[in-house]
Nanobody, 128 residues
Framework: QLQLVESGGGLVQPGGSLRLSCAASDSTLEYYAIGWFRQAPGKEREGVSCISRGGGTTYYADSVKGRFTISSDNAKNTMYLQMNSLKPEDTAVYYC?????????????????????WGQGTQVTVSS
């Protein structure tokens, strides 16, 4: 069973940057569609950015387009989310997730209910 562990969250001022990492327990990460999701208090979990199986296609939610960058390093079995120009509304617990199958990358992000494996989450707080 695939295990995912996030790291890199923290407290940052508006306009600042953070880099999240998601380490997989084995070398099969490249065979999943993977992504970053977030959940703010009182809100549903939403897809932030996803990357297709093999890493050829990426998707970004409109709210983070131009500010966040998703990437993966298959040699390290790790996925990253570089977050720049952070805003208070980016405050949430960020989760990485992996989904089996051949769904389009946008579908992976828009339907977190179908994600098979989740990490434990890492808190990101954007505040002055």
């Amino acid at each position: 069973q695939l295990q995912l562990v996030e790291s890199g969250g923290g407290l940052v001022q508006p306009g600042g940057s953070l880099r999240l990492s998601c380490a997989a327990s084995d070398s099969t990460l490249e065979y999943y569609a993977i992504g970053w999701f977030r959940q703010a208090p009182g809100k549903e979990r939403e897809g932030v950015s996803c990357i297709s199986r093999g890493g050829g296609t990426t998707y970004y939610a409109d709210s983070v387009k131009g500010r966040f960058t998703i990437s993966s390093d298959n040699a390290k079995n790790t996925m990253y989310l570089q977050m720049n120009s952070l805003k208070p509304e980016d405050t949430a617990v960020y989760y990485c997730g992996a989904r089996l199958g051949s769904a389009a990358v946008q579908t992976v992000c828009e339907y977190p209910v179908n994600v098979r494996y989740w990490g434990q989450g890492t808190q990101v707080t954007v505040s002055s």
